[in-house]
T-cell receptor, first 112, second 116 residues
Framework: QKEVEQNSGPLSVPEGAIASLNCTYS??????FFWYRQYSGKSPELIMF????GDKEDGRFTAQLNKASQYVSLLIRDSQPSDSATYLC????????????FGGGTRLMVKP | DGGITQSPKYLFRKEGQNVTLSCEQN?????MYWYRQDPGQGLRLIYY???????QKGDIAEGYSVSREKKESFPLTVTSAQKNPTAFYLC???????????????FGPGTRLTVL
């Protein structure tokens, strides 16, 4: 079983819709959770982090964390074609200590 | 400007050659990392270092070597022992915290290595 799992996609949504990206993790001791966006051919850039149960909002992005279910998600409201990218979930803490464990990423396509 | 630089951006290697990828950071981060990314795949950890003159193997260290002589620099050598080195190589750095500290990793722009 992979430690951090994401659906590889592609997830296709129309422009203006809400995109929902999901990530599950296996280490219950995990403490911090990160979402990175990676455009094709580019390096990942951090867009959100969360470490408390519940929701965290930043502009059009909302990160949701449910530690009991070992589940973290990223919602993108009013999706734009420029949001088309691969989104990587990363988890820190627990057995990994200070290291980040990355999921395989979900490719998002926003169609005009 | 603070950040992480990698060079070269593109690198071509003949089979049997060793090549060294450069990574420099001026963020005063203690930890540095090397990842490999294959097309359509996630990131796989090659090596990491949390302090000068010390480094640890990641999940796919075979065929690679690193050094950490300065806090700012963490070069990666892809040796001829690496059988399939064509990939996108990413260097990252982070501070070291405890507990719920963020520890987010900041990435350089990457080096795309192609074996001819």
């Amino acid at each position: 079983q992979k430690e951090v799992e994401q659906n590889s996609g592609p997830l296709s949504v129309p422009e203006g819709a809400i995109a929902s990206l999901n990530c599950t993790y296996s280490d219950r001791g995990s403490q911090s959770f990160f979402w990175y966006r990676q455009y094709s051919g580019k390096s990942p850039e951090l867009i959100m982090f969360i470490y408390s149960n519940g929701d965290k909002e930043d502009g059009r992005f909302t990160a949701q964390l449910n530690k009991a279910s070992q589940y973290v998600s990223l919602l993108i409201r009013d999706s734009q074609p420029s949001d088309s990218a691969t989104y990587l979930c990363a988890v820190n803490g627990g057995n990994a200590g200070n290291m980040l464990t990355f999921g395989g990423g979900t490719r998002l396509m926003v169609k005009p | 400007d603070g950040g992480i630089t990698q060079s070269p951006k593109y690198l071509f290697r003949k089979e049997g050659q060793n090549v060294t990828l450069s990574c420099e950071q001026n963020l005063n981060h203690d930890a540095m990392y090397w990842y490999r990314q294959d097309p359509g795949q996630g990131l796989r950890l090659i090596y990491y270092s949390q302090i000068v003159n010390d480094f640890q193997k990641g999940d796919i260290a075979e065929g690679y070597s690193v050094s950490r002589e300065k806090k700012e620099s963490f070069p990666l050598t892809v040796t001829s022992a690496q059988k399939n080195p064509t990939a996108f190589y990413l260097c990252a750095s982070s501070s070291l915290g405890r507990g719920r500290a963020r520890n987010e990793q900041f990435f350089g722009p990457g080096t795309r290595l192609t074996v001819l």
